[in-house]
């Protein structure tokens, strides 16, 4: 009895983890498909790659997350995308804390590029702290993924 509550438990976690990613992944990329320019100054931002990669990578960042998000919706490939979501969110995790470690005040174009962000920048802090739970779901995904209404797991 107790470990079939357990795995409901587990149930809906899993659950949880794969929709909620899912609609992360496709909220992001989303609000970034059509705002090249403004997510190339986002990730010139960072001070890591020339102009041209920036350019580059803000035209493939919004689909690859979108794409990412709809196979993890439709249950498609649900361990590899993933694990290819845990790799970009660690790549991600990484630049914003070598921008927050170099003092740089920038926006995360996390989920857009916002020109309002002020001064300030973004809170380097609760945006690492959003993207480990994020991860956490992530690697959730990877170990015990949620199979139902999958169309190929």
Do not use: H
């Not at 979108?66 to 630049?95: N, T």
């Not at 926006?107 to 994020?134: E, K, P």
Request: some cysteine; overall charge positive.
């Amino acid at each position: 009895m107790a470990s079939l509550q357990l795995a409901r438990v587990a149930d809906i976690i899993s659950a949880l983890a794969r929709f909620g990613m899912a609609a992360v992944w496709i909220i992001a990329g989303v609000q970034k498909l059509n705002a090249q320019m403004d997510m190339a100054q986002a990730i010139q931002a960072y001070e890591i790659f020339t102009p041209e990669w920036s350019g580059y990578l803000a035209v493939a960042i919004g689909p690859l997350e979108v794409m990412g998000g709809v196979l993890l919706l439709l249950g498609l490939f649900l361990r590899e995308a993933s694990a290819v979501g845990a790799v970009i969110l660690v790549l991600f995790m990484v630049g914003m804390a070598q921008a927050w470690a170099r003092g740089l005040v920038i926006d995360c174009g996390c989920f857009g590029y916002t020109a309002n962000s002020g001064s300030q920048g973004m809170n380097y802090m609760l945006t690492l702290l959003r993207d480990i739970v994020f991860l956490v779901l992530t690697m959730w995904t990877i170990r015990r993924p949620y199979r139902r209404f999958a169309i190929y797991s």
